[in-house]
């Protein structure tokens, strides 16, 4: 299979049909059109070292995806060929690391001020000291 940058060998990827169950009559009941796809990552020869590494710890070390959405088995195939392009794709990009930012001046106003009248609030509900008196 090619995908947009990287291409992954038809041996490497694995299928399983099965029946898709609910309903449908007849045809549901013998075609086998759900699809499995069972891709081992660490066995792939597609990717470097690092890629692989990449894609363990985003996806794991065996991606399975399990399409029956369609009643034919080679459209379910090419769906679950393109969620895996997909995955990969979106394991592999590079991310980028949070900078820490403060808090504006304005944000600390407002929440010290939402403090206040809180503080405010809960002051009104007590019942009155005897120094009040």
Do not use: Y
């Amino acid at each position: 299979m090619r995908w947009r940058s990287f291409e992954i060998p038809d041996g490497e990827l694995h299928f399983r049909f099965s029946t898709s169950g609910g309903p449908g009559g007849q045809h549901a009941n013998k075609a086998n059109t759900r699809v499995e796809l069972v891709w081992e990552v660490m066995e792939t020869t597609s990717f470097t070292p690092q890629e692989k590494k990449m894609l363990e710890q985003e996806l794991g070390a065996t991606v399975r995806i399990v399409v029956n959405e369609s009643r034919s088995q080679t459209r379910n195939r090419e769906i679950a060929c393109e969620r895996l392009s997909q995955k990969v794709d979106k394991a592999l990009q590079k991310k980028s690391k949070r900078k820490p930012t403060r808090p504006s001046r304005a944000s600390k106003k407002r929440r010290l001020e939402s403090k206040r009248r809180r503080g405010d609030l809960k002051r009104q509900r007590q019942s009155p000291n005897q120094n009040d008196f």
